[in-house]
């Protein structure tokens, strides 16, 4: 089960209003206890995005990678990967499913990922992709606590979508919602050696310029 705290569905809520025709994706700092994934605090990257997409290029990833590495932690600090799907339904799509899969076998010490997608009507889907010690995909009940918005948290969020650019109509080739640019390259329906390398070495780069 994917359990969101009230600081975290606050925000997400807030994110998904805020650019209602907009797909718009995050990470969400998370523990795991007694079966149960908490997430308690989210962080919404530099991004573009249009109606059915998401794009974090490589210098924005970088860049969200050293925010977290300044706040001493890590990728594995912030195990789920959320994205909205505006208007339509929140089943992950088959690249949602690929990213998600890229996301797990880029944290090898912690060798697992979870998947959040949620809709204008404040529906959720959750799943988990583990890599080890051996391989599981499974769908995740998800429990949203109260989303009554405080000041606070509301300023917080309005600052990070500052950083989400319409990039409406163009839909980017082989993107629908992913982390698909140079960082992550989805080409044709295939994710590689050379795609997951690149993954690490961003993000081992985030970390060492966060020191």
Same mark, same amino acid.
Request: hydrophobic share 35%; with cysteine; net charge negative.
């Given at each position: 089960?994917?359990? @969101?705290? =009230?600081?975290?569905?606050?925000?997400?809520?807030?994110?998904?209003?805020?650019?209602?025709t907009?797909?718009?994706?995050?990470?969400?700092?998370?523990?795991?206890?007694?079966?149960?994934i908490?997430?308690?605090?989210?962080? *919404?990257?530099? =991004?573009? /995005?249009?109606?059915? !997409? +998401?794009?974090?290029?490589?210098?924005?990833?970088?860049?969200?990678?050293?925010?977290?590495?300044?706040?001493?932690? #890590?990728?594995?600090? !912030?195990?789920?990967?959320? %994205?909205? %799907?505006?208007?339509?339904?929140?089943?992950?799509?088959? =690249?949602?499913?690929? #990213?998600?899969?890229?996301?797990?076998?880029?944290?090898?010490?912690?060798?697992?990922?979870?998947?959040?997608? +949620?809709?204008?009507?404040?529906?959720?889907?959750?799943?988990?992709?583990?890599?080890?010690?051996? /391989?599981?995909?499974?769908?995740?009940?998800?429990?949203?606590?109260?989303?009554?918005?405080? %000041?606070?948290?509301?300023?917080?969020?309005? =600052?990070?979508?500052?950083?989400? *650019?319409?990039?409406?109509?163009? #839909?980017?080739?082989?993107?629908?919602p992913?982390?698909?640019?140079?960082? @992550?390259? !989805?080409? !044709? /329906?295939?994710?590689n050696?050379?795609?997951?390398?690149?993954?690490?070495? *961003?993000?081992?780069?985030?970390?060492?310029? /966060?020191?």
């Open positions: 089960m994917i359990v @969101l705290r =009230q600081k975290a569905a606050q925000m997400i809520r807030l994110a998904v209003k805020a650019e209602p907009l797909e718009v994706s995050g990470f969400g700092k998370a523990h795991l206890e007694d079966g149960k908490t997430v308690t605090d989210i962080i *919404i990257p530099p =991004q573009e /995005g249009g109606g059915a !997409y +998401t794009d974090i290029e490589k210098g924005n990833l970088r860049t969200t990678l050293i925010e977290i590495a300044r706040k001493g932690h #890590t990728l594995s600090d !912030y195990p789920v990967w959320w %994205h909205s %799907h505006c208007g339509m339904t929140t089943h992950p799509s088959r =690249q949602d499913d690929d #990213t998600l899969e890229l996301l797990a076998e880029s944290v090898p010490d912690l060798g697992w990922f979870a998947g959040l997608v +949620t809709n204008l009507r404040g529906e959720y889907y959750g799943w988990i992709d583990v890599e080890h010690p051996v /391989g599981l995909f499974a769908e995740l009940d998800v429990e949203a606590k109260g989303t009554f918005a405080s %000041h606070g948290v509301a300023t917080q969020v309005k =600052q990070m979508m500052k950083r989400v *650019i319409d990039k409406s109509p163009v #839909t980017p080739k082989g993107a629908y992913s982390l698909r640019g140079q960082a @992550l390259p !989805y080409e !044709y /329906g295939v994710w050696a050379e795609d997951l390398a690149s993954f690490r070495k *961003i993000a081992e780069e985030g970390e060492e310029r /966060g020191r």
